[in-house]
């Protein structure tokens, strides 16, 4: 579905990812964690193609096909969706104005997915528009969810939302990720995480962890979660088990 290589990345005059590599095969979703400052947004955000990086040098090839030079809105055509990890305010666009040109678009029931994202009340106002952080997280994985793209790219989709909220944020994700066998599974996922919460939703099948723009370690997510909850993230440097050394 999708690989990733040597991809190095600047914003403006920094180089913010050095020389990274994955590869998310059909099916699979994939958890990025890493220190604060550490490149996983900025990772998502060049994937999907928004204007502000510079790519330096390497390639990301979605569905067979380079895709590295493409504009956003091709990127977004051919299946690549980002729930950002702090999406604009547009006060003048109604979230349901917006939902419902998605759901014509695409072709889907915007009306129940944004009921299971708890999103009702918010959908005659502006979009983000003092929207609460929890709020803001829904809503952008409504607008996510209703384009069901082949590769979604979820930054912290836990981040801010109460315990009730993360359960429905989970549900929603998960049903269009799936659980089951991975031949089964139509989407596949980049979803970073702090809290490890949104584990206990997804099937994640590999995880990563990023320091200083680098791929610093890989293997079972929940392995890597437990280990750095107990050890912070000097033992990923310094892992002996990983893959990546
Ligand atoms: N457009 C930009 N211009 C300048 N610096 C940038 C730009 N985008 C990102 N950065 C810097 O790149 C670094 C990585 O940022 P990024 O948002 O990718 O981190 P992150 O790993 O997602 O962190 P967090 O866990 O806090 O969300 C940060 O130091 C950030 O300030
Ligand atoms: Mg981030």
């Not at 955000?45 to 569905?63: A, C, H, K, T």
């Not at 006060?91 to 999103?119: F, H, I, M």
């Not at 918010?122 to 979009?127: K, N, Q, T």
């Amino acid at each position: 579905m999708l690989t990733v290589e040597k991809l190095s990345v600047k914003a403006g005059e920094r180089l913010i990812l050095d020389e990274v590599s994955l590869t998310i095969p059909a099916g699979e979703t994939h958890i990025l964690m890493g220190p604060n400052g550490s490149g996983k947004s900025t990772l998502l955000r060049v994937i999907m193609g928004l204007g502000d990086l510079e790519v330096v040098s390497g390639r990301i090839i979605f569905q067979g096909r380079d895709v590295t030079k493409l504009p956003i809105d091709e990127r977004a055509r051919l299946g690549i969706g980002l729930a950002m990890q702090h999406s604009p305010s547009l006060p003048e666009v109604t979230l349901k104005g917006l939902a419902q040109v998605l759901g014509d678009r695409y072709k889907n029931d915007w009306r129940s997915l944004a009921t299971a994202l708890n999103c009702d009340y918010l959908l005659e106002r502006g979009l983000n528009d003092r929207f609460s952080g929890g709020e803001s997280k829904r809503a952008e994985l409504l607008q996510l969810l209703i384009q069901r793209p082949q590769l979604l790219l979820v930054d912290e989709p836990e981040s801010g939302v109460d315990l009730v909220n993360i359960a429905v944020v989970g549900k929603a994700l998960h049903q269009l990720l799936k659980q089951g066998k991975i031949k089964d599974r139509e989407h596949s996922g980049l979803v970073i995480t702090h809290t490890g919460h949104i584990l206990n939703y997804l099937n994640a099948d590999q995880g990563y962890v990023m320091i200083n723009g680098k791929l610093v370690c890989e293997g079972n997510p929940r392995d890597l979660f437990e280990e750095i909850s107990k050890h912070g993230f000097e033992g990923c440097v310094a892992c002996a088990e990983c893959k990546r050394r």
